[in-house]
C-alpha cells in the first residue's frame, strides 16, 4: 500500500490549508487513517484520525476547533482541512494507516502500519 500526501505549502497565519492524502489499496484494506507531524527536532506527533467504518474522528487538543479529518471511502483518500493555521502547526505531516484488524487505539503513533513520505506545511508571517 502506498500514502501519497499532497496540498502542503508556505502560509500565513490564520490562513487555511487542505492537505490530501491518496491510498493505493482496495476498499476496506485499512481501519483507521491518520494525520501525524513532525517539527524539527521533535517526535512525529498525532494529529488526527479516522475510523473507516463509522467515521468517527479524534483529534489532538491543539487542533480540536481548527482541524478536520475526512475520509472518502470510494476513492481510497484521507484529507485534512486545517484552518485558523499557527506558527506552532509548522511541521512535516504524515498520512498513515492501520491494516484491517481493529479496534486499535486510533491515536497510538504505534497502531499505524502503512505511512506516506510526508508534506511540509510552514506557516510563517
Known amino acids: 500500500v502506498q500514502l501519497v500526501e499532497s496540498g502542503g505549502g508556505l502560509v500565513q497565519p490564520g490562513d487555511s490549508l487542505r492537505l490530501s492524502c491518496s491510498a493505493s489499496?482496495?476498499?476496506?484494506?485499512?481501519?483507521?487513517m491518520g494525520w501525524f507531524r513532525q517539527a524539527p527536532g521533535k517526535e512525529r506527533t498525532f494529529v488526527a484520525g479516522?475510523?473507516?467504518?463509522?467515521?468517527?474522528?479524534y483529534y489532538e487538543d491543539s487542533v480540536r476547533g481548527r482541524f478536520t479529518i475526512s475520509r472518502d471511502n470510494a476513492k481510497n483518500t484521507l484529507s485534512l482541512q486545517m484552518n485558523s493555521l499557527k506558527h506552532e502547526d509548522t511541521a512535516e505531516y504524515y498520512c498513515a494507516a492501520t491494516d484491517p484488524d481493529g479496534p486499535v487505539p486510533v491515536t497510538d503513533r504505534g497502531s499505524y502500519v502503512y505511512w506516506g513520505q510526508g508534506i511540509q506545511v510552514t506557516v510563517s508571517s
Open positions: 489499496a482496495r476498499t476496506g484494506w485499512t481501519y483507521a
Open positions: 479516522i475510523i473507516m467504518s463509522d467515521g468517527v474522528t
